[in-house]
């Protein structure tokens, strides 16, 4: 499944990336080196690269007019699903790729049957936070592995969660 949008703004589709690539090592650089500026390394908690493509993630590239601006994932653990790794380049932002990345993300997580969908993010991440306020998403309790660790490392993250219709 392949998501595509078109408007004036351009033609943005979501794919699968079935494997590391070139584009994919270049946005999750970006987004680290994004983070790193914001965030002590005890205050990331990214999915490291070379763990992306294992069996209980799906991984995806987003595409505007051809050229890779953004990535996120999805990983899957048991009773609910996480956003992983979602970053859009400044040059795409505004523009309906992060949205695109999520309403991809959302429907893989409904064909999979499950119906909670969370994510972790920090509290520098403005932008991000709207949009996943926008797209329906409540701030939540701590969750999964973040629950054991140290408050220090979660004091400038931000915890949400959204309710979906399990196929």
Not at 120 to 146: D, N, P
Request: charged share 25%; hydrophobic share 45%.
């Amino acid at each position: 499944m392949q998501i595509w949008l078109s408007d004036k703004m351009g033609n943005i589709s979501v794919e699968l990336a079935p494997s590391e690539t070139g584009e994919v090592r270049r946005l999750i650089s970006e987004l680290d080196q994004t983070l790193a500026a914001n965030y002590r390394p005890e205050e990331r908690h990214g999915v490291p690269l070379d763990a992306l493509f294992q069996p209980h993630i799906r991984f995806f590239l987003a595409r505007l007019d051809g050229a890779a601006v953004g990535c996120g994932g999805v990983a899957f653990f048991p009773g609910f699903a996480e956003v992983k790794r979602m970053y859009v380049r400044d040059i795409a932002r505004r523009r309906g790729v992060a949205q695109a990345m999520l309403n991809r993300i959302e429907a893989e997580v409904h064909e999979a049957g499950v119906a909670v969908l969370r994510l972790e993010t920090g509290t520098h991440q403005e932008a991000a936070i709207q949009l996943y306020l926008q797209a329906g998403f409540q701030r939540c309790a701590v969750f999964g592995e973040y629950a054991d660790m140290a408050p220090t490392a979660i004091g400038t993250s931000v915890f949400f969660e959204k309710r979906l219709g399990a196929s």
